[in-house]
């Protein structure tokens, strides 16, 4: 492959990046095809060795997600980084998913339990409205009291858990991309 083709290749599948870090990548594999002519190899063998276009602008908008994931901490650029990291291969499908379905419905019922837990004063409230106040008794109230308790404390416990599993699957992917790259280079 010519240098002018692999190059339009790259640019056409790069996605994750804006023009001017997408000229910066250009740039930058251009480079290598100049630095590989002066040492008197031919296109077509710097293409070779600089590998399919498709597959290293899918592992560079992997790791532009992954990037943009790690500084936003929002739950939709983390979705982002993960099915760009899914993109890699078929393997790489279900390695990232089924720990991350794992993970993450582990998060949403705590997420839910919490959330119950915290309303459910609420639950008394109603309770009183619809059967009368005098209806509710002092252990409506305790058992009321110690769950909306056990909600506090287990909303700061779920909060630390959400920001750990976001840092988890960050360090996950980025360790998974270089499992990948290391296998297609092997």
């Not at 997420?111 to 252990?139: R, Y």
Request: hydrophobic share 45%.
């Amino acid at each position: 492959m010519r240098r002018t083709e692999y190059l339009k290749q790259l640019n056409k599948h790069l996605k994750n990046s804006n023009d001017s870090e997408r000229q910066d990548i250009i740039n930058e594999y251009d480079t290598h095809f100049y630095s590989g002519l002066q040492e008197g190899k031919t296109e077509e063998q710097i293409a070779d060795e600089l590998g399919n276009p498709r597959q290293l602008a899918k592992e560079l908008n992997a790791n532009a997600a992954i990037e943009k994931a790690e500084e936003s901490n929002k739950i939709g650029d983390m979705s982002h980084a993960t099915l760009a990291v899914m993109g890699l291969s078929i393997l790489n499908f279900f390695v990232i998913t089924i720990p991350f379905i794992i993970f993450l419905s582990i998060v949403i019922s705590l997420i839910i339990t919490t959330i119950s837990l915290i309303l459910s004063p609420i639950g008394i409230i109603i309770k009183g409205a619809v059967e009368g106040f005098d209806s509710v008794v002092l252990l409506d109230i305790f058992v009321t009291g110690t769950m909306f308790g056990l909600g506090i404390i287990l909303f700061v416990i779920t909060y630390l858990i959400t920001k750990g599993f976001y840092v988890l699957c960050v360090k996950y992917l980025k360790w998974n991309i270089r499992v990948v790259k290391g296998s297609a280079t092997r």
